[in-house]
């Protein structure tokens, strides 16, 4: 009998009812990724200690709607006693001695930790393949890129081999593997998820959030991973809320702006005519939708690119041979013994960012580049605030394209920022956006539509992504619903 | 021709970077490190925003937390997890000078 193809409330009824046990659906989920070993999806399998847990919770009573539900998070989330890599070969036998406060509000809710997601190397790329331990596959045809950086996190989902998992987004990493995987991702506002524990790559743009089948699923997890934490003096002081509240509320009267670039020729023709029918199902229902320009988007790939590798430069000093991690065995002297663990501890597209970034804070470069880039972002981010001083959401394609072949070359630096180009904005600005499937393309490789909205108005976005959700009816199971 | 950064000017990041490159790297990021830098230039060329700053998009007051005693780590597991220790201590290579048989 399979179970992790089910909705969580028919789930959680049979946890209730005490028809199966914990074990059972963790069980289920070893198989499942088994047998789904070549997406090549995690990096570590929690096998043992996973099973134990699942024995552990029979005895306890079944109290919240995720008690007992396998959850898998991203290779960068640290996790005590439990390897982890950030995709890369200077951490790849790290084991980090505490646990991310995401892991801690995780095990609160008696959710079992199944394994570590593969990823591209310290989140840096857009296509998974960076990865020290070889890109995951797209499990709607495995020529493919399942998207980045969070494509283990992405495939696991897609492939159906459980319902939950984690994912972090600097510049669009849970909303393009979302997209290119059919499944809901979602990045909520900047400092509504503690990034305690997170390994940072970028850390004013960095956020994780849930990436799951639907969009219930999606609000229900980001419920329980939300919240102030004192550990993170960026995570926003604010109340719990229940991001499932608006969900099959109805849409009409809703104003929607579609920023012009976002829709003009660097997308695939055959994606802005998935979001233009889209368009007209809303308009359909009553909700008003308008074009509009939105200043400094256009700029939003340079920005990032000075900011993300700037903070990833700084960030990523920490990694030394000293403290933890890959170290070169016989160094000649402290210098040396930095740029060597470096030099072959980091791969190509780390080395390639870190170099970029110190570049760009050295001396009077800082000035010249990333100061000017932080005021362009706080007009980007003005300019944001007045779209929704009249609109409720924005909407978007979330990829210029569909997911490309895993073969198609590596050699162009510009490739991995071009490919989220469309997804980088919401980052700067600090805004929640999501990703919903929307339809398919002729070589039936899913198109995600993306939902951005006003800082922490996540449940008014989850609201518009479950009307869309529910209307299109899409089959999302690469499997069609076969296991 | 394609465009390339000199020689000296990738050591010179790879050394602001302290990370060790082949030669092999060395030529391959010549082209493509220019690449990004002149993607880094068009900043320049954007005009008409003010003075003010955005560092990081906080949205609600932050707060400090209480100053009272919270558990720590374990010193003992902290350093065991060093490549290089003795004893409570992470030890390095030597700062000054080469060590003798390297």
Known sequence: MKYLNKNIEEIHELLKEKKIKPIDLVNEAFDNIESNKDL????TLNKEEAIKRAKELEDKEVDNILFGLPIAL???????????????HILENFIPLYDATIVDKINEKNMIIIGKTNMD?????S????SYFGAPKNPWNKNKICGGSSGGSAATIAARDLLFAIGSDTGGSIRQPASYTGIVGMKPTYGRISRYGLVAFASSLDQMGPMTKNVYENAILLNAISGH?????TSANKDTEDFTRLIGKDVSGMKIAVPNYLMSDIVSEEIKDKIKETIKLLEDNNVTVDY????????AMTLYQIIAMGEASSNLARFDGIRYGYSEENPKNI????????????????????????????????KTYYNKALSIRDDMRKEFKRVFDNYDLIIAPTTVTTAYDLTDPMDDPRKSFMDDILVIPVNMAGLPGLNVPVGFSKDHMPIGMQIIGNSFEEAKMYQLASFIEKKLNLELDPNGGEK | MEEKLSREE?????????????EEEIEKYRVQLKKLLNDVEKINEVEGYDNDILIAPWESNTTLREDSEGSMLDPKAVVENAPRHSGNYISVPVVIGESEGA
């Not at chain 1, 296509?127 to 960076?130: E, H």
């Not at chain 1, 934490?229 to 003096?233: A, I, N, Q, S, Y």
């Not at chain 1, 013994?337 to 170099?355: A, C, P």
């Open chain 1, 127 to 130: 296509s998974s393949r960076t």
């Open chain 1, 335 to 366: 210098e040396d013994l930095y740029l060597e663990t470096r030099g072959k501890g980091f791969g190509e597209e780390v080395k390639r960012r870190i170099m970029v970034g110190s570049y760009l804070l050295s001396g009077e470069n800082a």
């Open chain 2, 10 to 22: 990738i050591l010179h990041v790879a050394n602001l970077a302290r990370i060790k490159l082949t």
């Open chain 1, 229 to 233: 934490d004192e550990k993170d003096l």
């Open chain 1, 121 to 125: 190397e310290f989140a840096m790329g």
């Open chain 1, 74 to 88: 991203k290779d960068n989330i640290v996790t005590q006693g439990l390897k982890t890599t950030c995709g890369s």
């Open chain 1, 292 to 299: 509009i320009d939105v200043k400094y988007l256009e700029n």
């Open chain 1, 40 to 43: 090549n999806a995690y990096i």
